[in-house]
């Protein structure tokens, strides 16, 4: 991950060697590992280490900022406020308007079923051949630009501008075909989703950004241990079309079926559908069992995922795209859900074919885990629970209702005694 020099591009600096690190750092007496932070991380300098840059280089703040593209609230004012000159003397001139005709279609349509299309191609073509305003949901799980190696032989090691950059590209097509009231979902490592929400607040109305641990990983020297992944919701227009997220099921011990939480007081209080969702998500485990593993070698969404979110922003009969296929999980929800779907892979797709050709494993792993949504004691574990004398909410509330009428009884009786 890195940036394109330019904050010694901003400087006026056109070589960047140790010799640059050096000079400039004895003429500001910043130090080189500092100057260094500033340039590999794209970073704006700030107090006495941007007063002494501005000064040496006799640049401005306002410069700098839009050198290494940081601007605040006021440099954004000016901006907006120049914006006729702007386009007229700078965008308009470098912009080439090409119209759809002229837009090559060099994707394959490779899979066809009951609800869906698979194309094989990049996402970004197969999106610009949907109509506007014809999409009910996105889900979308990028690469992550980690310099992992695909079969496609995808960059998958970009400077940082242009992952943000490409990431930009595809946004900008997901949310023309998006529906009004229709919603978008991005998973992503918080490190990219913290930059790309600022993207979309300008475009969508932003709902939730939701939490989904998951400890897959290895704890890092130096920081807190990553346990999360991040899933932004937005939604385009002030309200979704749907919304009706599951109900979860209360933590119980696998074993003796005996609370993993004390509910005190609340017990008669809760809901028998089950408890609401939050957007902190901790019942999504990682696809490590080879019965649900679809690729080796790379990391798949949980079924529970995908299940979910077309749950929460779909209805039967609605469209939902997925530009980045992977093993295919989007696509084949949708089809159990009886949803729409279009997708784009721009690997190789005779995984997801292979998927499709046997859906039973999926209907079957699909049907668990909708068993345990919406009831508060799904029937197994409440039958085992009444085995042991534990509560459920119609037992504690048959208890009150004793309690209750013992008292209006005993209240009777004293009144006669009066």
Known sequence: MSYSDQFFKALGVVDVSAKSYNEISKLTKIPTDRLKYYNQRNIMPSGKDLSILCEEFNISPVYFQLMMGHMDMHTLELIQENASFIYEKILSPNIIVTGESSFEKDFELVLQTKNGELYNGDCLKVSKNIDADSVDMIFADPPFNLDKLYPSKMNDNLKEEEYIKWTHDWLNECIRILKPGGSLFLWNLPVWNSKIANFLH?????????????????????????????????????????????????????????????????????????????DVWYDI??????????????????IKVLDRVIEMATKEGDLIFDPFGGSGTTYVIAEIKNRRWIGSEIDDCEIIKERFSNLSED?????????????????????????????????????DDEKKTANEQFGLLQNEEK
């Open 202 to 278: 300008g475009r969508l109305n932003f709902k939730h950004w939701i939490a989904v641990d998951m400890k897959n990983n290895m704890p890092i020297q130096g920081r807190l241990y990553p346990s999360h992944y991040s899933l932004l919701y937005f939604i385009k227009g002030e309200k979704a079309n749907v919304f009706e997220p599951d109900r979860l099921a209360a933590q119980t011990c696998p074993k003796c079926f005996g609370d993993l939480k004390d509910y005190g007081g609340y017990k008669s209080k809760m809901n028998p559908l089950g408890i609401n969702l939050t």
């Open 285 to 302: 485990p990682p696809v490590r069992h080879k019965k649900y593993k679809k690729r080796n070698g790379a990391n798949e969404l949980s």
């Open 363 to 399: 209907k079957e792993h699909l049907v668990e885990v909708r068993g345990k949504l919406n009831s508060l004691f799904p029937s197994t574990i409440k039958r085992e629970r009444e085995k042991r004398g534990l509560w459920t909410v119609e037992s504690v509330r048959m208890k």
